[in-house]
């Protein structure tokens, strides 16, 4: 996946969804500056995240709901049984054990991205005593720019949502060829069109 940092020249911002886990009295600002290290370091503005993630037995705990707030978005939340469908890259047994899913931070992530989404940044800690993890997940970028499903994540998962792929009938020319046109000009090497009704 290619990585666009915000307000980067050629598009908009990749929105982000945050998947965040937590023992129970964890602190607002320890998730909030969980979740800024966690973008800073895959190369992204804490401002792109739309969403946060976690799994339902922890969608109550203050310090997620705060965090929420703080950002200004939602804290979604999913079963354990549809968290534990999702394979994530690093399963864990203290997690499984605890809340009955090995992957809560990833698996939110990728599950709250929608069908096809795909890590940006996989599970990183809080500092110790690390009382909360955090994921990042979004929509997989092409070399066109065109945000599409990808491979990983949610399709592990039974989905009635129809996955769609957004691409350009005309992707950007790259090289010394590559034109860029002003309003009013030509097309380039265009001939007359129209039918002769319209001539």
């Given amino acids: 996946m290619k990585r666009r940092a915000d307000g980067e ?66 804290l979604r939340s999913f079963p354990a049984e549809a968290l534990a469908a ?14 009955g899913t090995p992957s809560v931070a990833e698996a939110a992530a990728l599950l709250a991205a929608g069908p096809g989404a795909a890590l940006v940044a996989g599970k990183r800690k809080s500092p110790p005593p690390a009382r909360a ?33 957004m691409t350009s009938p005309n992707p950007p020319r790259r090289g010394p060829d590559r034109r860029t046109g002003v309003v009013g000009d030509p097309a380039p090497e265009s001939a007359t069109t129209g039918t002769k009704e319209t001539q």
């Fill in 9 to 74: 020249a050629g598009g908009p911002s990749v929105p982000l969804v945050a998947g965040v886990g937590a023992r129970s009295g964890v602190a607002v600002s320890e998730v909030l500056e969980l979740i800024t290290a966690s973008c800073a370091a895959a190369g992204y503005a804490a401002s792109q995240v739309v969403a946060l993630a976690t799994v339902a037995a922890k969608a109550a705990e203050p310090g997620l709901a705060g965090a929420a707030r703080a950002l200004g978005v939602p």
């Fill in 86 to 99: 999702v394979r994530g890259p690093e399963p864990s047994a203290a997690a499984a054990a605890a809340v």
């Fill in 133 to 165: 993890t955090c994921a990042l997940a979004g929509p997989a970028v092409t070399d066109f720019g065109a945000l599409t499903a990808g491979r990983e994540g949610a399709t592990a998962v039974s989905w009635t949502a129809a996955v769609i792929v």
